[in-house]
């Protein structure tokens, strides 16, 4: 079947603008992850969905960037007044019910370069 | 902690033989340890997973190796493809309930044919 789908797939944003990543997840998969990936760099965490619940968004760096899944589907990440440290692959994954984090599926990423 | 930057760690092997990818681990209380591999322009893939009770695990032409002493992880793969070429990442994830995973350091495995 389909796997995580993202979108776009590379934004280019001018510094002070907003964005909006789109995760499509495997459809019926529960938990949805967001990371941010540096290049060089292993995905750092940033928030984590339960269905519509976000249990956990201890990993975004400031509070210009917030995170929704209205209906438990699909997924959009937000970013306020994009700096240029935001420049980075930003990776969305999901996973089954009851298997936590381990067993996660990754999208491709949306490569953000913020000029 | 220590940053690796552009530069990852490179392996560089012929097709055909064996690579170990090593990395170390930081939370000796993590439950399980999973090594990931991602090609250019695509999201990590999970390759294989052992639980911090185990110390070695088998799957398709790889092994997982735990070293809870000295909190090191190892993985193996034998008969090393051109297909194989991708940055290896190993993560954690702590024991305590629901938890996320935390990535190690990459390394960039290049097999020659």
């Known amino acids: 079947g389909a796997g995580v789908s993202q979108s776009p797939r590379y934004k280019v944003a001018k510094r002070g603008q907003d964005v909006a990543l789109r995760c499509d997840p495997i459809?019926?998969?529960?938990?949805l992850f967001w990371y941010q990936q540096a290049l060089g760099q292993g995905p750092e965490f940033l928030t984590y969905f339960q269905n519509e619940a976000q249990l956990d968004k201890s990993g975004l760096p400031s509070d210009r960037f917030f995170a929704e899944r209205p209906e438990g589907s699909v997924s959009t990440l937000k970013i306020q007044r994009t700096q240029q440290e935001d420049s980075a692959v930003y990776l969305c994954a999901s996973s089954p019910a009851g298997t936590g984090s381990r067993e996660q599926y990754f999208g491709p990423g949306t490569r953000l370069t913020v000029t | 902690g220590e940053s690796v930057g552009l530069h990852l760690p490179t392996l560089s092997v012929q097709e055909g033989d064996n690579s170990i990818i090593n990395c170390a681990y930081s939370?000796?209380?993590?439950?399980?340890f999973i090594w990931y591999k991602q090609e250019s322009g695509k999201g990590p893939q999970f390759i294989i997973d052992?639980?911090?009770?185990?110390d070695k695990r088998q799957g398709q032409r790889v092994t997982v190796l735990l070293n809870k002493t000295v909190k090191h992880l190892s993985l193996q793969i034998a008969a090393t493809q051109p297909g194989d070429s991708a940055v290896y990442f190993c993560a954690e994830i702590p024991s305590s309930g629901y938890s996320t995973l935390t990535f190690g350091k990459g390394t960039m495995l290049l097999v020659s044919p």
């Open positions: 052992i639980r911090s009770n185990m």
């Open positions: 939370n000796s209380a993590s439950d399980y």
């Open positions: 459809s019926g998969h529960v938990s």
